[in-house]
C-alpha cells in the first residue's frame, strides 16, 4: 500500500513540474509570468507609467537596463520598438517570446534587432521601410506603424471607434494628424482600438516627436493586456452638430479691395469684413471725399450687408477724411453696444434649434436640403409672430428678436431663416425690394425663393411661400 500512495504522489508531482502547452495564435498566451518586486530602482511608485512598465515586467517583455534602471523618461530606438513587437508576435503565435526570432539567424549568433525585423518581415507585419534605421531614436508615428500590424485583425477590438471617428471628422481632437501624416491610419488604429488616447486633452498625437520608453510601455502593454486599454474623455458632439460654429464661420471668404466700385467688389469686402469676425470696414479712395461721395458708398455698402441679414446689421455709420479715407462701421438700430451680445445669443439659439431638430429626428443625413429647409420653415413659422408694432429702430429688425421673444417683422424673420439653412450648409442669400426681404436658396442644385413671413400671415402655415420659382416670387413681390 505504502509503495503505491509513493507511486501516486511522485506521478502527481511530475505533473505539477510539466508546462501546460501553448496555444497556438491565441491570446491566452498573454500571461503574466513573472511578480514584480521593485526590480526597477528608478520607477517611481506614482509615475505615469507604473502600471504599464510593471507589466511590461510582468508579462515577460523586458527586464530593463543592465543598471537595474527602467529609464521611463529615455528614448526608444526603432530597432528597440521592433524587438517588442516581435516578442508580442511570437508570444501570441507561440506562447514563447523569443520562438519566432530565433529561427531567423545562426545559432549561437545573439538575438539582435535585425533578427526581429527579419521575423516580422517573414510574418508579413513590415516590408522594407524600416530597414537603416533601427539605430535610429523611434518617433511615435513609427511606432504606430509597427504596432498597428503587429497582432492579427480582430485581435485588437476597436472599442472605441464611435468617439475617435466623430472627433477626428470633427478637426477639434487629434488635429496634428491629417492624411497626409505619414502611417496615418496606423496612428489612428492605436485610438481606435484603445492603445493610445494622445498627450493632451484634444488627443494630439505628436506623429514626429520621438517616444519614451515610459510611453512605449504604456502603448506595449494595452496590445496584450485589455483591462489596461484607454478610452478618450473627450465632449465629441455629433457629427451633425453645430456646436461651436460662428457668424464668421457662415460667410465665404472674401478679398480686401482698397477702392471698391462694383457691387461685386463691395460684396467682397463685406464678406471679408464679415468672415473675420469685424463689423468697421476702412475703404481708401484716391480722389477727395465729398458728403455726396460718402453717402453712395454708405448706400452701396448697406444694400450688401442686408443681403447677409442673418449677421444681424442693420445699419451702417460713417466717418470719412477729405483724402479719401472712409470707415464704416456696421450695427443694427437701438442695439447699440449690446450688438456683439445679441449676435451671440442669436447664434446659440439658432445652434440649439439645428440640434434639436436633428436630436428629435426630425431631421436626417438621408433628407434633400429640399426637405430640410421645408422643415425649418415650418419651425420658423411655428416659432414666431409678426410683430405689427415695431418701430424702424426695433430688434425685431434682426434675427435675435425672433429667437429671443419669438416676435419678427420680415428682415428678423429672413433673418433666421438664412441662419438655420447656412447652419445646414445650405447657400442661400436675402433679396429686398422696397418695402419687403425674403430667402433665396439654392435646395439640390435649384434655385427657389422661400418667404418665411408671409408664410406666417395666416392663421396656419402657407406653403405656396416655400420655394417658388423666381417667376412665381415675381408674381408675388417684384424686385
Known amino acids: ?78 530597432g528597440q520598438i521592433v524587438i517588442f513587437s516581435a516578442r508580442i508576435r511570437s508570444l501570441y503565435r507561440t506562447g514563447d517570446a523569443e520562438a519566432g526570432p530565433t529561427a ?34 523611434a518617433t511615435r508615428g513609427q511606432v504606430a506603424h509597427v504596432l498597428a500590424g503587429t497582432l492579427p485583425a480582430g485581435v485588437l477590438p476597436a472599442v472605441n471607434d464611435a468617439i475617435v471617428t466623430q472627433g477626428y471628422a470633427s478637426r477639434k481632437f487629434i488635429s496634428d494628424v491629417t492624411e497626409y ?45 485589455p483591462s489596461l486599454r484607454v478610452t478618450p474623455s473627450w465632449k465629441v458632439a455629433p457629427l451633425w452638430s453645430a456646436v461651436d460654429t460662428t457668424m464668421a464661420d457662415l460667410v465665404a471668404a472674401g478679398a480686401y479691395m482698397a ?43 448697406l444694400s450688401i450687408i442686408k443681403s447677409y441679414c442673418e449677421q444681424c446689421y442693420n445699419t451702417v455709420s460713417c466717418s470719412y477724411t477729405v483724402n479719401g479715407t472712409i470707415t464704416l462701421t456696421f450695427s443694427a438700430a437701438s442695439a447699440g453696444n449690446a450688438l456683439s451680445g ?9 445652434i440649439a434649434v439645428h440640434d434639436a431638430l436633428w436630436e428629435s429626428g426630425q431631421i436626417t443625413p438621408d433628407m ?22 415695431a418701430s424702424d429702430t426695433s430688434l425685431s429688425h434682426i434675427a435675435y428678436n425672433l429667437f429671443q421673444n419669438g416676435t419678427a417683422v420680415c428682415d428678423g424673420y429672413t433673418g433666421a431663416y438664412n441662419l438655420l439653412l447656412k447652419l445646414e450648409g445650405i447657400s442661400c442669400t436675402a433679396l429686398s425690394n422696397t418695402g419687403h426681404i425674403w430667402t433665396v436658396a439654392t435646395l439640390d442644385g435649384t434655385q427657389y425663393h422661400i418667404d418665411t413671413t ?7 402655415i402657407d406653403y405656396r411661400y416655400f420655394a417658388m420659382t423666381p417667376s412665381q416670387s415675381w408674381n408675388y413681390h417684384s424686385w
Open 454 to 460: 408671409w408664410g406666417d400671415s395666416g392663421t396656419s
Open 1 to 78: 500500500m505504502k509503495t503505491r500512495i509513493l507511486s501516486l504522489f511522485l506521478a502527481f508531482s511530475l505533473l505539477l513540474t510539466v508546462p501546460a502547452l501553448a496555444a497556438a495564435d491565441s491570446t491566452e498566451n498573454f500571461i503574466r509570468s513573472k511578480t514584480y518586486d521593485s526590480q526597477f530602482s528608478d520607477l517611481a511608485a506614482d509615475s505615469v507609467f507604473y502600471e504599464n512598465i510593471v507589466a511590461l515586467y510582468e508579462y515577460g517583455l523586458s527586464v530593463g537596463k543592465t543598471d537595474g534602471t527602467f529609464g521611463p523618461q529615455d528614448s526608444v530606438t526603432v
Open 368 to 389: 434633400t436640403e429640399y426637405e430640410k429647409a421645408r422643415v425649418y420653415y415650418t419651425w420658423i413659422c411655428d416659432n414666431c409672430v409678426y410683430d405689427y408694432g
Open 104 to 137: 531567423y539567424g545562426a545559432d549561437g549568433q545573439p538575438l539582435t534587432a535585425s533578427r526581429y525585423l527579419r521575423y516580422l518581415q517573414a510574418e508579413g507585419i513590415l516590408g522594407t521601410e524600416l530597414d537603416g534605421s533601427l539605430s535610429s531614436p
Open 259 to 301: 477702392a471698391p466700385s462694383t457691387d461685386e467688389e463691395m460684396d467682397a469686402c463685406v464678406r471679408y469684413m464679415l468672415a473675420s469676425g469685424q463689423n468697421t470696414l476702412t475703404l481708401q479712395y484716391s480722389a477727395p471725399i465729398t458728403a455726396i461721395s460718402a453717402r453712395k458708398v454708405m448706400e452701396q455698402a
Open 342 to 350: 445679441y449676435r451671440e445669443e442669436t447664434m446659440a439659439s439658432a
Open 181 to 225: 501624416t505619414d502611417y496615418y491610419r496606423d496612428i489612428l488604429f492605436l485610438y481606435r482600438t484603445g492603445i493610445s488616447v494622445g498627450s493632451d486633452a484634444t488627443g494630439s498625437y505628436l506623429p514626429d516627436q520621438p517616444i519614451t520608453r515610459g510611453a512605449a510601455a504604456a502603448m506595449l502593454t494595452r496590445m496584450v493586456d
